[in-house]
């Protein structure tokens, strides 16, 4: 049995096939403007998910998920998609990779599972949709490549914390990649895969590809996974229809602090020289009687710092960590002194 017909008869006994011929049929007979498709791009587990849901409720708009899966895509797997790793230089021609994406960016590509949810209200707005938003966690190495290429109404690439990220795909098994032969399922991620596709990647310094030849842990082959998806953005020049989301603002600060003129204004410059401190939130918690109000306000500088009321150490945290919002906080003494790092 050839591949195409493995996927279609496992997908057919397993889905049924109404839900599928359904989706070939209305996808077929749309008229899809790919200027008008939406991208939402990032790495595994990263919240892409999350990202498609919140813009699937765009009037006018319904989705595609994930063709460049070989699994539920076999045409991507013919066209020489090869799942997460995917990577051309962006001067390198590819005919069968740029008429297979645009076929998805139009719309023309099926998949062999029916994503949408098998409801009225779902299948009313499938039905009514004539624009296109696509959810990737297997093209982040080929955006340069793709953008030289196609124009699209917006790019959305999502970036989460590279700890929770990893602690995601460990925990989930899910890696974004699948075997290379039927039957096409997930696979776990191997060292000796990533250190070739590293090897492929155009521009990479010899003396890092050396330290990620050593890798044997599978924390530290999803982190190299991770970084090769994000490497591209060294020296990208994002187009205007770029926007960058961050999952989740990872941190808050709470400082409490009372009669700290001497101390205070090292702490608040040692923060500022702390790699990207510009987005996290700081709360000094000021219960003060001498002049360290004044020094916060001329040491603030770029931090994002709100003085509230303090008191007691206790009741300082606690008034700060009721305004956090982030899912971490962090407290420091007004007197502690940071490394640059």
């Given at each position: 049995m050839n591949f195409e017909a493995y996927n279609y008869a496992y997908h057919l006994a397993t889905f049924g096939n109404i839900p599928y011929h359904f989706q070939k049929l209305i996808l077929k007979n749309k008229k899809i403007d790919s200027k008008d498709t939406i991208l939402v791009v990032g790495t595994p587990r990263s919240g892409t998910t999350w990202l498609l849901e919140l813009l699937d409720t765009l009037p006018r708009y319904t989705y595609q998920n994930e063709p460049l899966n070989g699994?539920?895509?076999?045409?991507?797997?013919?066209?020489?998609?090869?799942?997460?790793?995917?990577?051309?230089?962006?001067?390198?021609?590819?005919?069968?990779?740029?008429?297979?994406?645009?076929?998805?960016?139009?719309?023309?590509?099926?998949?062999?599972?029916?994503?949408?949810?098998?409801?009225?209200?779902?299948?009313?707005?499938?039905?009514?949709?004539?624009?296109?938003?696509?959810?990737?966690?297997?093209?982040?190495?080929?955006?340069?490549?793709?953008?030289?290429?196609?124009?699209?109404?917006?790019?959305?690439?999502?970036?989460?914390?590279?700890?929770?990220?990893?602690?995601?795909?460990?925990?989930?098994?899910?890696?974004?990649?699948?075997?290379?032969?039927?039957?096409?399922?997930?696979?776990?991620?191997?060292?000796?895969?990533?250190?070739?596709?590293?090897?492929?990647?155009?521009?990479?310094?010899?003396?890092?590809?050396?330290?990620?030849?050593?890798?044997?842990?599978?924390?530290?082959?999803?982190?190299?996974?991770?970084?090769?998806?994000?490497?591209?953005?060294?020296?990208?020049?994002?187009?205007?229809?770029?926007?960058?989301?961050?999952?989740?603002?990872?941190?808050?600060?709470?400082?409490?602090?009372?009669?700290?003129?001497?101390?205070?204004?090292?702490?608040?410059d040692n923060l500022q020289s702390q790699k990207g401190i510009e987005q996290v939130k700081i709360y000094i918690a000021d219960a003060s009687t001498d002049n360290t109000r004044n020094k916060i306000v001329e040491h603030t500088g770029s931090l994002d710092v709100t003085i509230i009321q303090g008191g007691p150490v206790s009741k300082a945290k606690n008034n700060g960590a009721q305004l956090a919002e982030t899912p971490y906080l962090l407290f420091i003494d007004a007197d502690v002194r940071f490394f640059v790092c």
């Open positions: 699994t539920m895509f076999p045409e991507a797997k013919k066209a020489g998609f090869k799942s997460r790793g995917t990577y051309k230089p962006p001067e390198q021609d590819w005919i069968e990779g740029e008429k297979y994406l645009q076929k998805v960016f139009t719309g023309k590509a099926t998949g062999l599972i029916f994503h949408y949810r098998w409801n009225p209200k779902s299948i009313i707005s499938f039905l009514s949709a004539d624009k296109l938003i696509i959810k990737f966690v297997r093209l982040n190495r080929l955006l340069p490549w793709v953008i030289k290429r196609f124009q699209v109404r917006h790019i959305y690439f999502i970036i989460r914390h590279p700890c929770a990220v990893i602690a995601s795909q460990l925990k989930t098994g899910f890696h974004g990649y699948e075997r290379p032969t039927p039957p096409l399922r997930d696979i776990t991620l191997t060292a000796e895969r990533i250190i070739r596709e590293a090897s492929e990647i155009q521009g990479i310094e010899s003396q890092l590809l050396k330290k990620i030849q050593k890798i044997e842990k599978m924390d530290e082959i999803l982190a190299v996974a991770l970084g090769l998806d994000h490497l591209f953005l060294n020296d990208f020049k994002k187009p205007a229809n770029w926007t960058t989301i961050v999952y989740e603002k990872l941190l808050t600060i709470v400082i409490p602090c009372k009669n700290e003129e001497d101390y205070i204004p090292h702490l608040l």
